[in-house]
């Protein structure tokens, strides 16, 4: 943690801060040291009051509710009457009328590919170039290293040649289903040519083509020979790559040795959730890599298998379109950045009175001004927009105050109004309810809204705590509640012109090891109207890139705008039990659950500053983790406390017999520290108990004051 700090335009910012922002964003920006500070002086001071009035708006609101909900506890719960104090204190707002938003200068990547969205935690530069490069993966090696493919051998470093005649297989099934031959299948073909330009498939000598020959857009040669076969279906390459010598096409009669998904079509860059940034040295190391995105020459050296590798970002891929033109593919993923909310501040910078600066208001100015590289060279955005996802807001008081941030930002950084967009993250419960006008209020900037079950599942425990003990977690997801919040995100995209124009996403698929599975149920994400959906790796983006093949998102906008709308009523339906009949080995499974997934999460962040990572969950199934996932996890044991569903020695023992398993887990990891048996001297278990122990009295449930508190502490 940086202790020095220079004193400039009534700020306090940290040596390391300075000297970063000055000596490698500002050049090649035409933007002055004496104008970036200044405008963010004048901003963060002007912004930084209203900021902490939102703040005070969210507590105020939260004790009415609490208030209306001990008042009338012993009452039968009345829908009606809790709608009509809801609209008293502000917290429901009186909606518009139908409206159209009106962004412009959308990247085709959001507007008309509908594909996988990857999230990666951008203080780490080889992930953040592996997601960045995941646009394109290829499907051979997707399918070998996954369940997906079974055979009676475990997958190991020794090739298989029945994995490898199955993954064939799979992709002949692929290319059939998508791609279909009039009269033949893909597995027939036995040559692939080009002949002036155009496509030419061959069964024994006899000519196969294309049901839809409009679903061949080019190829590309090497040293004069077809290389490559590219096809397009529902706005998705594939690229059928060709060379009979290489090992993986010696089970294939046409010489086919891999073929290449479109896989990861955008990749949020995340300095919230996924990472643990608590002071001017985390902040930089995500700022540094984010700017090395931007000026496209961020690489990673690291060593695999012995190997000393170099990673860096992959170029667009040139081919030969079928009217014989040169063209290109853009080679990456559309990378989006993710900021902070409004609650969190910083020791970055400190204001006039001392005070330390919202990190919101840091992260607008800071991940902007390195975005200005690309504006430049328009290697991400090709349309000349930043792309900011903004999570954690309450209501549209608190996205009308987004919307003036970024105008403040885009004044001091000489950039044209609306130059930066905003992605919504309907994860807060006050959001869900006003929705419509939550984007109304960032009409001219939205470009992304989406659904996030844990955060939203937390927010809603949180708010509702005093209402009575909330049903079991697995519960949550067949409640009334979570239907409408998931449909009512959707219809309310549909409804505001997001068809077409902009992203209505879902939430990730949290076992990266359990690929089957997301085979078969991820597609629900698209059949509920989502074009874009959360993916926790590259694989995954790869292997759920099928199912944007199966379904034209844009043709089920077409017959989901037809259907029945969510109700308000169902959203405002509390998940409570009054009366819960739980045997107590129920409650003890369910604390220990909840328990050790706090536990494995809470100790790589405070011990090692890792904010996402696969933590393996009671039954040792690899989960992939953020701070969403403690949030619920903390508040549901919390309110269960509160309401005398089990006690603190309870729950005390608990956690302490999952600290031994996680221990236990994490044995083979040689920085880890363990939490047992002196469990006293461990901040890690002591943030643990204190996020369920103090879970009622942290802000909207949020985890980040007592876990950022906490390695502050272990840092230092």
């Not at 139908?98 to 200068?105: H, R, S």
């Not at 790559?241 to 010696?250: D, L, R, T």
């Not at 900037?445 to 989406?450: A, H, L």
């Not at 047992?676 to 002591?686: G, L, T």
Request: charged share 30%; proline share 3%.
């Amino acid at each position: 943690m940086s202790k020095k700090y220079i004193k400039n335009e009534n700020l306090s910012i940290s040596y390391d801060l300075y000297s970063f922002i000055n000596d490698e964003v500002l050049p090649g920006t035409d933007i002055t040291v004496k104008k970036f500070w200044n405008g963010l002086s004048q901003v963060s001071h002007e912004l930084s009051p209203k900021n902490r009035d939102l703040i005070k708006v969210r507590k105020r609101m939260q004790l009415d509710i609490d208030r209306w909900h001990l008042e009338n506890y012993e009452k039968e719960f009345n829908l009606k009457e809790y709608k009509s104090y809801l609209e008293k204190i502000g917290y429901l707002k009186t909606e518009g009328p139908d409206f159209k938003i009106k962004t412009q200068n959308i990247d085709k990547e959001i507007s008309s590919i509908a594909g996988p969205q990857l999230v990666v935690p951008i203080m780490n530069a080889r992930y953040a170039l592996n997601a960045a490069n995941a646009r394109w993966m290829s499907l051979y090696d997707s399918l070998y290293g996954t369940d997906i493919i079974s055979s009676e051998e475990s997958i190991s470093e020794r090739y298989d040649p029945e994995r490898g005649l199955k993954v064939i297989s799979y992709t002949k099934k692929f290319l059939d289903q998508n791609f279909k031959l009039k009269k033949s299948s893909w597995k027939n073909v036995d040559q692939i040519l080009i002949k002036n330009h155009k496509l030419e498939l061959y069964r024994e000598k006899e000519l196969l083509t294309l049901e839809d020959e409009t679903k061949y857009v080019g190829y590309r040669l090497d040293k004069e020979k077809i290389s490559a076969v590219i096809l397009k279906n529902n706005n998705l390459h594939v690229e059928i790559i060709i060379n009979p010598n290489a090992f993986s096409a010696k089970g294939d009669p046409a010489g086919v040795s891999d073929i290449i998904v479109e896989a990861a079509i955008s990749t949020i860059c995340d300095h919230e959730d996924s990472v643990a940034a608590v002071d001017s040295e985390d902040k930089i190391l995500g700022y540094r890599n984010w700017l090395g995105l931007m000026k496209k020459n961020l690489t990673s050296e690291f060593e695999k298998d012995g190997k000393r590798l170099r990673r860096k970002l992959n170029p667009n891929r040139s081919y030969i379109s079928k009217s014989g033109k040169k063209e290109n593919l853009h080679g990456r993923a559309l990378l989006l950045n993710r900021n902070v909310g409004h609650l969190m501040t910083n020791s970055a910078v400190l204001l006039n009175d001392g005070s330390e600066i919202p990190e919101g208001i840091l992260d607008a100015f800071v991940t902007s001004l390195c975005a200005i590289h690309d504006i430049k060279n328009k290697n991400n955005s090709r349309e000349g927009s930043i792309y900011i996802v903004k999570p954690k807001q309450h209501g549209p008081d608190e996205t009308a105050f987004t919307n003036l941030l970024f105008t403040k930002v885009e004044e001091v950084l000489g950039l044209n109004k609306f130059t930066i967009k905003c992605g919504i993250m309907d994860e807060e419960r006050r959001t869900t309810v006003n929705l419509k006008e939550c984007i109304r209020t960032l009409e001219k900037r939205v470009f992304f809204i989406n659904t996030g079950f844990l955060d939203r599942t937390g927010d809603e425990m949180h708010t509702s705590m005093e209402a009575g003990p909330m049903i079991r977690k697995g519960d949550m997801k067949t409640s009334s509640w979570i239907n409408a919040y998931e449909n009512n995100n959707v219809d309310i995209g549909l409804n505001c012109g997001f068809s077409g124009k902009a992203q209505i996403g879902k939430g990730m698929w949290a076992m990266p090891d359990k690929m089957a599975d997301m085979l078969k149920q991820k597609i629900s994400h698209l059949e509920a109207g989502a074009n874009c959906a959360w993916v926790p790796s590259p694989t995954a983006a790869a292997l759920h890139a099928l199912h944007y093949h199966q379904i034209n998102i844009f043709d089920k906008h077409v017959k989901l705008k037809d259907r029945k709308k969510a109700k308000l009523d169902d959203l405002l339906k509390i998940p409570v039990i009054k009366k819960p009949n739980w045997s107590l080995e129920e409650i003890n499974t369910e604390i220990s659950n909840s328990s050790q997934t706090i536990l494995g999460y809470v100790v790589r962040w405070i011990d090692q500053g890792v904010g996402c990572s696969k933590v393996p969950d009671i039954n040792n199934v690899g989960l992939m983790e953020d701070r969403a996932t403690l949030r619920i996890s903390s508040q549901h044991i919390a309110n269960w406390l509160y309401h005398g569903i089990c006690s603190r020695k309870q729950v005390l023992e608990i956690m302490k017999k999952m600290a031994k398993i996680v221990d236990e887990q994490n044995k083979n990891d040689k920085l880890y520290q363990r939490m047992s048996p002196n469990y006293d001297r461990s901040i890690a278990f002591k943030t643990a108990c204190e996020l369920v122990f103090q879970g009622k009295d942290q802000p909207s449930g949020y985890t980040e004051p007592l876990l950022h508190l906490n390695r502050l502490i272990k840092k230092n």
